[in-house]
């Protein structure tokens, strides 16, 4: 092959070989008078091939030298070569035992980067082996020829045809399985796999991956993601997946994955673009112990975290915007690369924002401002790319949108929240809430009194959405 070198190891042997010892003679006296013996080295290609032809059979050092004879192979004309070739190969397919030897030391150099054979020989390895016997040498025997032509992806292809990781089917073969050529037959496991590949072709690609490297699983990751339309619940891919590839898992690949493997991820899972929602809502919620904040903000952000996260699952995408507070405290807890720092300014520092891709909806929330309400937005392309895909974007910015809805966090929000959420078709993580139920008679009252209060001279509600100080 071209990019191997043939070595052939040279035959433990004396440097001349006593003719009588071998029967029939190999040409005995070269010239009349001439009691010279001859060596192994002196017989050509020819004249083994000759005698292969007319006996049928040679002994093992006279293979070995056949093997080796790449540069005499060369020579042949090309009808000469594919007579010998076939010939060579009708033979060795005859013996399992010499065949059997033959795929052995062709491995050896494979898994020691050479060529053992004649390059002319492995390259004219028939593809009609009818003649073998047993299964299993079949299979290695396709296996050698395979790998000995580079021919990876087939290697490939036949493991995932048999059901069997690639190391193990190496082994059951009875080669070895230290060969650096393995990792470029691993590391076409996805590429052999078809489009919407199902549960057992999924688990054969995890099985090929115990044994090889973090980067060449990311790798391969990234064909498979292409090619994957669906990943069935509780199956051990989607195991796996949750485990090694979402945001939040112990070992994850999410941050090394490309833009479009992630959002993939994204279609399968409702993930965002950094660690999971619930986990930073969790941590947000602990900063509400900082000594800065008036106790009713930490109350809210108490709150409103908690709230929020009992919807998770309902999340096509999120971003938050933090305020220098609340970045300082987390950045040494959390991987903040993909949320939005918002500059310290009296607008920016009043709450900590955060905006929610549901359904047909955009959500703007504020988690700790007690005059604050929640914006709802008809989701359009425009206000989605201004949200979603602005490098910079703060309070400031915010304040100049005008919500469809809005929303207070007065007297019992959360449970007229989940009543007006239900209207837009948004339930909450498994349909369940701890807010899910109808006010009684003097809660409804006491709701009345404080909107009445609150909106009675208000022409334009929507100025409770802004993040501004109050008129």
Known sequence: MSHKSP???????????????V????????????????????????????????????????????????EEFKAMSANDLLNATKLIWTHLLKSGRLLNR????????????????????????????????????KQRFAWVKAVTTDDYLTCARICMNRGCSIH??????????????????????????PTSPDEKQLKWWLACQRKMSRDMTLEQLE???????????????????????????????????????????????????????????????????????????????RMRTEFWASYS???????????????????????LERVTLMPSSVVNDVSEICIFDIENYLLIERFRGSDIDLGVFHKTEQLESFLFNSETLDAHDIDKLKPNWIHDHRDYWQWRLVSFLKQLNITSNNGKSRWARTLRIEEKEQVNMMLQRRYGNTLDKRKYFKTSVRN
């Not at 053992?116 to 009609?128: H, Q």
């Not at 699952?313 to 507070?325: A, D």
Request: aromatic share 10%; hydrophobic share 35%; with cysteine.
């Open 102 to 137: 033959t795929l052995n030391r062709l491995m050896q150099g494979q898994d020691r980067g050479y060529l053992s054979m004649a390059s002319s020989l492995v390259g004219s390895m028939p593809s009609n082996v009818s003649q073998i016997g047993s299964i299993k040498d």
């Open 23 to 70: 029967t029939p003679p190999l040409g005995g006296i070269r010239n009349e008078g001439d009691k010279k013996l001859n060596t192994f080295s002196d017989k050509t290609l020819f004249e083994l091939l000759e005698r292969l032809k007319l006996q049928g059979e040679l002994r093992d050092i006279e293979w070995m030298i056949i093997f080796t004879r790449d």
């Open 313 to 335: 699952e309902s999340f096509h995408r999120v971003r938050f915007l933090l305020t220098q507070r609340s970045f300082n405290l987390l950045k040494t807890t959390c991987d």
């Open 168 to 193: 193990d089917f190496v082994e059951l073969l009875g080669f070895s399985v230290t060969g650096e050529y393995l990792n470029k037959v691993v590391n076409l496991a996805a590429n052999v796999l």
């Open 7 to 21: 070595w052939f190891p040279t035959p433990a042997l004396p440097e001349r070989l006593a003719i009588q010892n």
């Open 223 to 301: 064909v498979l993601l292409v090619k994957t339309t669906y990943v069935e619940s509780g199956t051990q891919f989607d195991n796996w997946l949750n485990e090694h590839c979402l945001p939040d898992s112990i070992d994850t690949y999410w941050y090394s994955l490309s833009t479009d493997s992630q959002k993939k991820l994204k279609s399968f899972y409702n993930v965002i673009d950094y660690q999971s929602v619930d986990f930073l809502f969790k941590k947000l919620s602990e900063t509400s112990i900082d000594p800065s904040l008036h106790p009713t903000p930490a109350k809210n952000l």
